[in-house]
């Protein structure tokens, strides 16, 4: 049984930081392109940063570049989002994604992937 646990959100003032995880399991974390979606209320959902966890590769949405930090753990099949300097427009229910294959650009709202977690909220104020 595949499944994505989402952790580590809460509430900060602005500039300041999260660290989210997501442990998965059932599938092969090694050959998985997992992804970090975002959604605040009233808009759409928004692909933050992705990883081919195979060879590292990342992709960033340009409103996070520099700031948000996408790292894998594959001894412990764990995806993490560093969030730094967060800004109350990163404010969202965050998610994580996987897909068994190799990225396509993976932050595209028309994106595929095969599985979601139930999301961590994060709150930023200002």
């Known amino acids: 049984q595949v499944q994505l646990v989402e952790s580590g959100g809460g509430s900060v003032q602005a500039g300041g930081s999260l660290r989210l995880s997501c442990a998965a399991s059932?599938?092969?974390?090694?050959?998985?392109?997992v992804g970090w979606f975002r959604q605040a209320p009233g808009k759409e959902r928004e692909g933050v940063a992705a990883?081919?966890?195979?060879?590292?590769?990342?992709y960033y949405a340009d409103s996070v570049k520099g700031r948000f930090t996408i790292s894998q753990d594959n001894a412990k099949n764990t995806l993490y989002l560093q969030m730094n300097n967060l800004k109350p427009e990163d404010t969202g229910l965050y998610y994580c994604?996987?897909?068994?294959?190799?990225?396509?650009?993976?932050?595209?709202?028309?994106?595929?992937?095969?599985?979601w977690g139930q999301g961590t909220q994060v709150t930023v104020s200002s």
């Open positions: 994604a996987a897909f068994m294959g190799l990225c396509a650009r993976p932050l595209s709202p028309t994106a595929r992937y095969d599985y």
């Open positions: 059932g599938f092969t974390f090694s050959r998985s392109c």
């Open positions: 990883i081919y966890i195979g060879s590292g590769s990342t």
